[in-house]
Nanobody
């Protein structure tokens, strides 16, 4: 059974940086599969942030975070990180990581991910 869990959320000022972590158990980051990052702001639907695919070591990002967010894996800790820089007020949300095995064309879709974490709150505010 695969389990994932997020950590690292908190309060940060606009323009600041924060690193979220997604600890993965029951699965090796060398095997086929992917971790997706999603977020849900108050009053809005959950949206995709990005994805890292382990088989081809590809990363994908939604347009609003390209150039600011980076997803990478740490095999020694079996953890996937979401490095967020130049944070904006609109990045405030609960951030979730999820495990799945989506084809490259479907990394954006929640239905492609089977195991989800509980989420971690990120608040960007001065």
């Amino acid at each position: 059974q695969v389990q994932v869990g997020e950590s690292g959320g908190g309060l940060v000022q606009p323009g600041g940086s924060l690193r979220l972590s997604c600890a993965v158990s029951g699965f090796s980051l060398d095997d086929d599969g992917a971790i997706g990052w999603f977020r849900q702001a108050p009053g809005l639907e959950r949206e995709v942030v990005g994805c890292i695919s382990f088989a081809d070591v590809m990363t994908y990002y939604t347009d609003t975070v390209k150039g600011r967010f980076t997803i990478f894996k740490d095999k020694t800790e079996n953890t996937v990180h979401l490095e967020m820089t130049n944070l904006k007020d609109e990045d405030t949300a609960v951030y979730y990581c999820a495990f799945g095995d989506p084809p490259p064309s479907a990394w954006r879709y929640e239905a492609e991910y089977t195991f989800w974490g509980q989420g971690t709150q990120v608040t960007v505010s001065s």
